[in-house]
């Protein structure tokens, strides 16, 4: 099992600071070579990460969650950015609870089972909406500090979304902001609304492009 990201880099990739000062090498090291890639947990991870609002803010956790069954493609032309491709889709139901920072109380395996139903119940609306998807429509930038620009369908909402990201030792990371109410998401509540998770979620993810290639 490829090793949950470090603490420094998750902190780093959702903060909205540089992303690709941490990874920047040789040229050698930014190599990625032209082909089609196949993505998914084999490749790398994908993550959710949340935060707590509210006045009952001190009881919740702030949460890293991961999406254990998800696939995609990404075509890559690293001397030609605008014929780059991605599309990914992920399963909801398949979203786990990997860790959970503050709160009054340690997150308890209960307490995982509980966010991990109301997400994909009540939040997410799994039965209805299974998969989440993304395609892009636009890439741009460089190796060191790329842009995509993409369709996201949430829930049955579709909605523009812009990851930034970068290239380092055959491997991209990158981040994502998405506002849930954009796509009609009413942001999960408790202790009757005192305690709730931000409108604003980051995706974060750091997948191998090293096997797959056409």
């Known amino acids: 099992m490829i090793p949950l990201l470090p603490d420094d880099w998750i902190t780093t990739m959702s903060s909205g600071t540089d992303i690709s000062g941490p990874f920047r090498g040789n040229a050698h090291e930014m190599d990625v070579e032209a082909g089609t890639y196949a993505l998914g947990p084999r ?18 956790h702030d949460l890293t969650m991961e999406v254990t069954r998800w696939r995609g493609e990404a075509v890559v032309t690293p001397d030609d950015p605008a014929g ?13 609870v990997r860790e959970g920072t503050g709160g009054v109380k340690p997150l ?32 741009g930038g460089d190796p060191e500090a790329f842009h995509v620009e993409g369709d996201l369908t949430i829930a049955g909402v579709t909605r523009p979304v812009r990851v930034d990201g970068a290239l380092a030792g055959g491997r991209a990371r990158g ?3 998405v506002v849930q109410s954009a796509w009609g998401i009413r942001p999960y509540t408790a202790f009757f609304g005192a ?20």
């Open 43 to 60: 490749s790398g991870r994908l993550l959710v990460l949340t935060g707590r609002a509210g006045l009952g803010a001190k009881a919740g």
């Open 84 to 96: 780059c491709r991605v599309t990914v889709e992920a399963e909801v139901a398949s979203m786990r």
């Open 108 to 139: 308890t395996d209960s307490d995982r089972v509980e966010i991990e139903k109301n997400m994909r119940d009540k939040v997410l609306k799994a039965d209805q909406h299974p998969l989440v998807t993304f395609r892009s429509t636009r890439v």
């Open 175 to 177: 981040r994502a902001t």
């Open 195 to 214: 305690l709730k998770l931000r409108d604003e979620v980051e995706v974060i993810f750091d997948v191998r492009l090293g096997e797959g290639r056409g």
